[in-house]
């Protein structure tokens, strides 16, 4: 089962011959017809009759078609496509909207069918996964398809489709207490309000998480401090990521006379947590990256922040960081 974008598509297995330029009304006849090239009139009553006949038939997806179909004539009518005429799709839509009925009940029985039959596999018969199982159902969710039905693959065992529906902001209140990292992670991009409640657990997955999000997103100090004051932070004190944070709180929280008169390289080398304040905590992160290799090479820990400027950006100032890097270790072969 596929979703498609194009007729054309549905029309051709191997994608060699798109049937580009055919008429809409005869792409409509093949696909009812499937391997059986038999004429047909191309009239509305020859049509719906083959419809009748032959919706039914094994491996089509209405939905798609439908939407297709409707797309296509408003694409028409909104001058996007070349042909100047819409009768013969005109025909089609009229055909498909006369039986929606039996085309969304066809759809519902079928699905509900494939669903509640892929969840036996895993709950009752222990079966292997199938690889085509969690293809089609990924498709499914992917294009937004038989959201009534996810209820029956919330528990899917294969972690992709846990991590889809997260993704696509499905119970997220189930997700973010998930075994599995990459569930809980995808709770968090789609949705960060759920941060406190990895803040009151203490698995370090979950500190990996949280600092990874705080790397990636404008993330207020307040937050930074709340996460500080938590279960996890707490729990995961000597932890890289922990000490990323703290760092940065420390350099936006702490300063005096002194510190306002020295340069950021100048606080850095005194260890002074307010050379922090110059950068995100993205940058941190990379600079700490080339803190450590250059400490591992026994090369002085200043080179980190050579000729880096605030205002570059974070990717940026990563490259700096290893260029500077690699030609203080090929200046000291």
Same mark, same amino acid.
Not at 128 to 155: F, M, P, R
Not at 262 to 273: E, K, S, V, Y
């Given at each position: ?18 049937? &580009? %330029? ?43 078609? @439908? ?5 296509? +004539?408003?694409? #028409? &009518? ?12 005109? !025909? ?57 039905? =996810? ?32 569930? &809980? ?9 759920? +941060?406190?409640?990895?803040? !009151? ?55 005096? #006379? ?23 905590? &993205? ?23 050579? %000729?880096?400027?605030?205002?570059? =950006?974070? @990717? ?18």
């Amino acid at each position: 089962m596929k979703n498609y974008e194009r007729l054309s598509d549905i029309l051709s297995d191997e994608g060699n011959n798109p049937y &580009r %330029g055919r008429r809409d009304n005869y792409m409509f006849i093949n696909l009812l017809n499937g391997n059986d090239y038999d004429e047909v009139s191309v009239s509305r009553w020859a049509m719906e009759e083959l419809f009748l006949e032959k919706y039914n038939r094994s491996g089509i997806n209405w939905s798609g078609i @439908y939407n297709y179909y409707q797309a296509r +004539l408003t694409s #028409l &009518r909104n001058g996007e496509w070349d042909e100047p005429e819409e009768p013969d799709i005109e !025909n089609v839509v009229d055909i498909l909207e006369a039986h929606k009925d039996k085309i969304f009940s066809r759809i519902q029985s079928v699905l509900n069918l494939y669903f509640r039959k892929v969840r036996e596999k895993w709950t009752n018969s222990q079966k292997a996964i199938q690889e085509q199982d969690v293809h089609t159902l990924s498709d499914l969710i992917e294009t937004g398809q038989y959201t009534d039905q =996810y209820h029956l693959i919330k528990n899917y065992p294969d972690i992709k489709i846990r991590v889809q529906l997260a993704s696509q902001g499905y119970y997220l209140d189930t997700y973010i207490k998930d075994k599995k990292a990459p569930v &809980r992670n995808a709770v968090i991009a789609q949705d960060p309000s759920y +941060l406190p409640e990895l803040f !009151n657990t203490k698995d370090p997955q979950n500190n990996k998480i949280v600092v990874a999000h705080f790397r990636e997103n404008d993330v207020s100090i307040d937050m930074l401090q709340e996460y500080l004051d938590s279960p996890l932070a707490k729990a995961n004190q000597n932890s890289s990521q922990t000490k990323l944070v703290r760092l940065k709180v420390d350099g936006e929280t702490t300063g005096d #006379l002194l510190t306002q008169t020295m340069t950021t390289q100048q606080l850095f080398m005194a260890n002074n947590p307010g050379w922090a304040s110059s950068f995100s905590l &993205r940058a941190l992160y990379y600079i700490q990256l080339g803190v450590e290799l250059l400490e591992e090479n026994n090369l002085p820990r200043g080179l980190a922040l050579v %000729g880096l400027e605030p205002g570059l =950006y974070d @990717y940026m100032r990563y490259h700096k960081i290893l260029a500077h890097t690699r030609e203080a270790l090929e200046n000291s072969d």
